[in-house]
């Protein structure tokens, strides 16, 4: 197969979306297709990569979007040529000449929690029905964001025959292999010796709001680390918490190895890699009461109600208390390969061009 991939969120720091492409990337190349890397950008610039061509022409993201919502031009192929399959890995899918359309759709935040999301996201409610009638196949991380879209979006599948399928993220080998950071890199990023540990984006559906609520509930309690990228929306106050910003993965996985604790107070999610990563690098993890996040993290997580700062304050006290076995941990994030992820959405390549 000549595959196509949407390659725009490896353009800047790569959060959830980015890591979740680049990763797919690599080990599509490393398998029998032919694997061809576009963006939608005037600015950015695709890098290289061992096994991927890239081919990609100037434009703006917005305008093309625009154009997309209303038309069927410019069809991907114009800034990519010929394709078997274009698979477009962040919501929003082009108009096809030839090749079958594939789309992954991460969570749907952008219509059941309007008020949280980014004007970008906010868009995603017009072009996501555009997408769908384009594609053959939609994808989505878990099979609890797929029942949402087989239900939402039921006359739109329905009108276009495409199919609806969880195709589970990886994890990285170095995840498991992560060890605490180091008393150099503890003093680069400010950490102190024991401490409670965020990752994800600074944005309203985090839900930072209770995380910090739940933390003023335990004196004695390690300090608060938030890492990531500043987000958008109101801004909590942070202060009193180490806030080290965007860390790469070199960094990141000492960093989480060496949590007290990863907890993840989410609204709403459509994976929660961060929680899958934590399970994998042997970290006690506390997460709210989601279906996906159940999904992911099993028996191996402390669920808390979504909101209820005493109900994190005391299923955080409880994993501090008796961390666990990380052995089990590793074991449960074991098979979640991005080798595992990638021969999943060929599976779903071949699909569409059936």
């Known amino acids: 197969m000549l595959v196509g991939l949407d390659a725009t969120p490896l353009l800047g720091a790569r959060t959830g979306i980015g890591r979740y492409t680049g990763a797919l990337l690599a080990a599509l190349a490393a398998g029998p297709d032919e694997v061809v890397a576009t963006a939608f950008t005037l600015r950015g610039r695709l890098d290289a ?9 100037p434009a703006p993201a917005r305008a093309l979007q625009a154009a997309w919502a209303r038309s069927q031009w410019p069809p991907v192929e114009l800034l990519t040529g010929r394709l078997d399959v274009f698979h477009a890995t962040n919501f929003v899918l082009p108009p096809l000449r030839r090749a079958r359309g594939v789309v992954t759709i991460h969570d749907l935040a952008y219509l059941r929690m309007t008020e949280t999301v980014s004007a970008a996201s906010a868009r995603y ?6 997408s769908i ?6 994808l989505t991380p878990s099979e609890a964001v797929a029942q949402q ?10 009108r276009s025959g495409a199919a609806v399928v969880a195709v589970p993220h990886g994890v990285d080998p170095g995840w498991s292999r992560a060890r605490p950071p180091t008393a150099a890199l503890r003093e680069h990023l400010g950490l102190p010796a024991d401490y409670v540990l965020f990752v994800g984006t600074l944005e309203p559906r985090k839900d930072l709001a209770t995380l910090l609520a739940a933390h003023r509930l335990l004196p004695g309690a390690p300090p608060l680390v938030l890492v ?42 459509g994976f929660g890699l961060p929680v899958l990563e934590a399970l994998a690098a042997g970290t006690p993890v506390v997460a ?22 005493e109900a994190f304050a005391s299923a955080l006290r409880s994993v501090l208390d008796a961390p ?14 991005w080798q595992r992820s990638a021969d999943g959405h060929r599976s779903a390549y071949a699909l569409a061009l059936t």
């Open 133 to 138: 009638a384009r594609a053959r196949m939609v």
């Open 149 to 158: 879209v087989r239900e939402l979006y039921a006359p739109q599948l329905a």
């Open 288 to 309: 709210s009461d989601l279906p996906v996040l159940r999904e992911v993290g099993a028996e191996h997580v402390a669920y808390a109600p979504v909101g209820d700062a």
């Open 125 to 130: 409610r017009s072009l996501v029905p555009r």
């Open 228 to 269: 990531g990228p500043p987000g958008w929306g109101r801004q909590v106050d942070t202060t009193g918490c180490v806030t080290p910003g965007y860390l790469d993965d070199d960094d990141l996985r000492p960093v989480v190895a060496g949590a007290s604790a990863l907890v993840l107070p989410s609204r709403d999610e």
């Open 324 to 337: 666990g076995d990380p052995r089990a941990r590793r074991a449960h994030a074991a098979p979640y390969t």
């Open 49 to 57: 990569q061992p096994g991927v061509r890239v081919r990609a022409r």
